[in-house]
């Protein structure tokens, strides 16, 4: 906590004067946002971190919520406005102004966390939070003598249940540590936190096990025997049941029937879900199933399917006919049949859709209004080319009352019907260094080579040569003049990819002696002594695994196995913060478009949104049913996309941090994520090879780009998004034709109603071009500001 | 963990390996501790349970690192997040040898002691590993060409240095993407010559490696050498440059870039020997398949040139001879085609006049086995005076000859003609023009001009014209060549002997053996043209009684117009005396010739100049 006052003080230079009028402007303006929802998440984020710490970690954490958190709360309102740092987070429990309990579902979870907060002792919390939310004084009681009984009321359950898991974890971490066997990772950050115990204990009901093979197959047989167009869509049932009943079985201490059930019909299951069958057929222990993940994932998450009117009328009647209640049973509790009316869907259209590992999203996810337009640009007047020089004079005041506009000036005065508001969130202001950076963004735009299917960027490759320690991050600025790499060994390089060599500020002594009023002041505190084409960072203690530079090129972000994410200053070459809060292994990280901000996420499941000057995250966004592997900003700044294992990809609301879209459709693990510079749209990249286009507005799968033969480390569209790149393992770099792609969509009212997507497979047409490298994955892709691609790898020979 | 594992095999089939009930007990004993079956059989299946868990989250540590192989950090990692002591003394790059033991069916990672006091006190510290560092390369260059309007004569090559090209078009051709097909550039001279500067800087830049692509440049210049282009249509066009250009870019290219293409020499030759061939094409590309020949080097022109000639002749002689005013033009075309066939084969006389005594230069050292078959050919051919053939008779004769020697396109069937026959043949087309321009040579290059052992040969010039090739002659000339077999003492030369010669008698014996083989050959050729040939001087007066035939040919040139001669043969007389077999080793006597005209001092002889590419046209 005290490592990062003790970080800024170190550098005034660098945070000093930007600090102070950001974080301000934050704070003024974050507190009318918070609503009831917000509640919701953050005491999401209390029971994820209640649960999910290991030993270590544990006390720290505990001995935290008073003296930020929750005790914030009682004052929050005085406490928000002045700068006490964790006030964003911790100031939200009571910032609702919203008596009303809300429908059932939030009062259960309202009332799940009064549960925590009075296991946590936290009485006077709990007695803020009641009277607020307007819960009766005994709303407690009832219901928590009722989770416990068990049964169907799992959600309010989770309450109790995270209480006791904070407690239990503690002994079990070190059993299990002295068993030599794996500990619990961690709890799942599912919606609902259950415990295992807790979860596994619905499986206890059950009928025969002998009979099992029998529902199965009787089943398997009617699905078979039904019209063609109903057949597709009830298959989709297989995987979610054949997988419920393995582990029923093997609850039950069925081992052997459960290895013959497995065999059986293990090869019935689409081939996309191989994965997750390898791991399931790997448990054949009741005592194993603790801990599993992707067991969890599967209990605590309803596996949803599509299901139009029609077949589900079909499989109703079926069952209620054969009286197949072990079948219904896990249908009732364990899938969650989103029904529509309408035709069914083909094969191909399900194919296009599942292959997550909770199935399909549901429609309601994907409802939420997204403002994917883009923010007005500030009015920044463009001096004239031929006075260039004039400009470089004055750099103090760039704005001139010029009559002549930049073309993006003139656009950008009409706001976008589907941009949010300028103030949505807020932003930091644009200091003249930025509005010198985006005079020359403009300038280099008007130089920009218009791309198309005729005309190919050209690709300079950038290859990483010695890279023994393993290269494991690329990043670019945006004005290509930097080039950082993270690698296994920990470190962090940087380098100059233009003449210009990287300079340290003088120490501070040194900085006494020169003359600050003189002009060139800024170039007399850079050390040239320390000229170099290439700085080390030392810090982590693990593989560096994401980076990131800021918009303004004075700072750089980098996440790492180790569990933080670290902020350098580029003027200096040291570490300035070390943010901690993930725990687990930080698998990417990237900075807001506007600065500022910065999203990460990793192995605990969860995205966390940070402020560079809190140490503490603003937003966690939680809902994923494994690690995320990939985040990025939009455009706009407004929402946070996020990749993941569980082979979903999920937009965030920055500012209420709800989850606002969910695509399903990739078959597996996420690792490249790009939005189209118009916001509109979404590319995702994952390890099956494919890219798939999104289209953000209509929540819709709107292309699939099949080519890649190994999993997709990169993608970029071009700067006027005509382009898509995409860079991956397979040691090619491969070009579509966006234009094309997302002008063929037909986003008519039904398609977008039904979110039923026809794909056509126009892959091959799209391909613009295939460019092999010399045994280079590529990890990195980036568009100059005039269009030249820049890719980036380790030779790997 | 680190201890050996028995796999188990006499399991039953199943997805994964397993660690066997006999290995944790095993392990249990190394541990002092006593298992019993059961137990052992439980711990094994959970142990296995949790290897599997491991392994599957280590191979996320990969996925993240974007690496294919799953290394002992990833799965230490994996082991670290569980809370599960990592594994040392595993992190080395190479490959583990994994040994059986046979009795024991024990099978174990071998490792070897290392010892740390070598280690420490060793002498040869390995070098740090380079630098890191980053490096820039260009993948693809693009351009704003579209890939359709590139010109079929490069579609093949690939997508880099199709870019490539598309570049330097661009830069050259202007943005118009109309301008990128060199058909459609074909009324643009300009245009076209910047093509082909392209073309030579392109082969000219040492940082590219053609490869195969020189086919397609090859066939880019051939176009322009061969092709009738829209711009010859307007005479003011002078797209003959361009062509003579294009011819010596060819050679260029041929010559840097030759050996990257097998046949690629033989395939230009091939279609400029189509296009010579094929009288229905314009002059133009006539022309162009004259100086691409040329451009070749002399070999090629006696390849193809010369055994066509005959047939090609008539089709020109047919253009020459229309004076009708319509046909100016074209008769115009056709003397420039002359022109160019000209100066081919005057290169390719003097080449390989020249190309004989090299050789005998070589072998001095009385190594008569190491003349090569085609070279001693060269070498004897003159030795032997080529039959003196009459003018009228001389191009049926030969035309024959060449017919049933190969003048059609069966390549393999050519065989390499005497210099002297090439001589005279060429003669009877051009007259006293390729003697003349012989004459006017800077060089002394003539006829076998460099002879340091066999050959002399005595060569007399009108004096005044040997600075000024291009003037038209207006007086009768008198050449004189003279072949004489070396000797050295006896010589009564004016000029020094050369001082390469060798001794004597290598040279005699290397003489011998080559008259050896040019009897055989004289019979050959000599068949046809002993009945006819016609004796205009006494022989006795240029022959010794002993000495061997000392070749003289005498050729009195007319009135030559240079370039445009009206008069291709105003006049011409050879006059080449035939000598009797040869009986002993030829002797040499050089005599002062009766003149016509006047007479120059021969030149210097080791002059080599005529190494000199340059050939006025």
Known sequence: MNFKKAGLDSCPLTLGSTDQSEGSILRSRWFPFFNFAHAQFIFKMAAVQGGMVDAKDELDIKSEPPSDGFGNSNANDGRLLSSSPGAGTGGTATGNNKPAPGPPEEQQTLLA????????????????????????????????????GSGPGLAA?????????????????????????????KAAAGEDQPDVSVVLSAYSQQGDPSLYDAYYSGLKRFIESVLDCHRAELSQLFYPLFVHMYLELVYNNNESVAKAFFEKFSGDQECYYEQDLRILSSLTKKEHMKGNETLLDFRTSKFVLRISRDSYQLLKRHLQERQNNQIWNIIQEHLYIDIFDGMPRSKSQIDAMSGSLAGEARREANKAKVFYGLLKEPEIELPLDDEDEEAENEEGKPKKKKPKKDSMGSKSKKQDPNAPLQTRIPLPELKDSDKLDKIMYMKESTKRIRLGSDNLP?????????????LTAVDVTDDSSLIAGGFADSTVRVWSVTPKKLRKVKSAADLNLIDKESDDVLERIMDEKTASELKILYGHSGPVYGISFSPDRNYLLSSSEDGTIRLWSLQTFTCLVGYKGHNYPVWDTQFSPYGYYFVSGGHDRVARLWATDHYQPLRIFAGHLADITCTRFHPNSNYVATGSSDRTIRLWDVLNGNCVRIFTGHKGPIHALAFSPNGKFLASGATDGRVLLWDIGHGLMVGELKGHTDTIYSLRFSRDGEILASGSMDNTVRLWDAMKAFDDLETDDFTAATGHIHLQDNSQELLLGTYMTKSTPVLHLHFTRRNLLLAAGAYNP | ???????????????????????????????????????????????????REAAQSSAQFMRHAKRKKLTVDDFNKALRWSNVEAICGYGAQDAMLFRSVKEGELFFVEDRDINLIELALATNIPKGCAET?????????????????????????????????????????????????????????????RLLHMVKSLVQNPYLYLGSYVRSLVSSVMYCILEPLAASINPLNDHWTLRDYAALLLSHIFWTHGDLVSGLYRQILLSLQKVLSDPVRPLCSHYGAVVGLHALGWKAVE?????????????????????????????????????????????????????LPQPAEGCSSSQPGCLA?????????????????????????????????????????????PLPAMYSELYSFFGDSLAVRFSTEQSFGGFSPCTPSHFRETRKEPLGHVSNPDTTRKMPQLTANLNISPRQDGSPRTDPPPPSLAATGSVRSLARSSMQRSRA??????????????????????????????????????????????????FQTIFVPTPPPPVVLPRVYTHKLPVIGRVCKPLRRWTRSHYSLHLPL
């Open chain 2, 521 to 570: 050959s004289s019979s050959r050729s000599g068949q046809r043209s002993i009945g006819l040939s016609r004796d205009v001087f006494p022989k006795a007066r240029f022959t010794s009684p002993h000495s061997g035939p000392p070749t003289f040919s005498f050729v009195i040139g007319g009135r030559q117009m240079g370039r445009r001669c009206q008069g291709r043969r105003p």
């Open chain 1, 157 to 185: 359950g989770s309450g109790q249940v995270d209480g006791v898991d904070a407690s239990s974890l503690l002994s079990r971490v070190t059993v299990s540590s002295s068993a030599a066997a794996q500990a619990p990772k």
């Open chain 2, 133 to 193: 560092m980053v490096r820039g390369m260009f993948t693809l260059l693009s351009s704003v060409v579209a890939p359709c309007s590139v010109p079929a004569a490069v579609q093949s090559l690939s997508d880099d240095l199709l870019k490539y090209y598309q570049q330097i078009t661009r830069a050259i051709l202007g943005e118009d993407p109309h301008l990128m097909k060199v058909k459609s550039v074909s009324h643009d001279l300009e245009q076209l010559n």
């Open chain 1, 113 to 148: 966390v009064l549960q925590f907060l009075k296991k946590s002792k936290l009485a006077e919390s709990a007695e803020i939070l009641r009277r607020e939310a307007g819960l009766p004084e005994d709303a407690l009681d009832p219901k928590g003598t009722d989770a416990s």
């Open chain 2, 1 to 51: 963990l680190s201890g050996s594992v028995t796999m188990a095999a006499d399991r039953e089939e199943r997805r994964f390996a397993e660690v066997s009930r006999d290995s944790v007990k095993l392990m249990a004993e190394s541990a002092g501790l006593e298992l019993g079956d059961e137990v052992a059989a439980l711990l094994a299946e959970d142990v296995c349970y949790r290897l």
């Open chain 2, 303 to 355: 390849r193809v040139l010369f055994p066509h000639l005959p047939a090609y002749w008539a089709n020109l002689q047919a253009v020459l001879d229309d004076y009708s005013v319509s046909n100016a033009q074209v008769k115009a075309d056709g003397h420039k085609v002359y022109g160019a066939i000209l100066v081919a084969v005057e290169r390719l006389l003097k080449m390989k006049a020249l190309s």
């Open chain 1, 458 to 470: 050209s690709i300079c490759f950038y290859t990483f040569l010695n890279a023994y320690q393993g």
């Open chain 2, 373 to 417: 078959g085609p070279m001693g050919y060269r070498v004897s051919s003159p030795g032997l005076s080529p039959p003196p053939e009459p003018l009228a008779e001389a191009g049926l004769g030969i035309a024959s000859h060449l017919q049933a020697g190969g003048a059609g396109c069966q390549w393999e069937e050519w065989s390499p003609v």
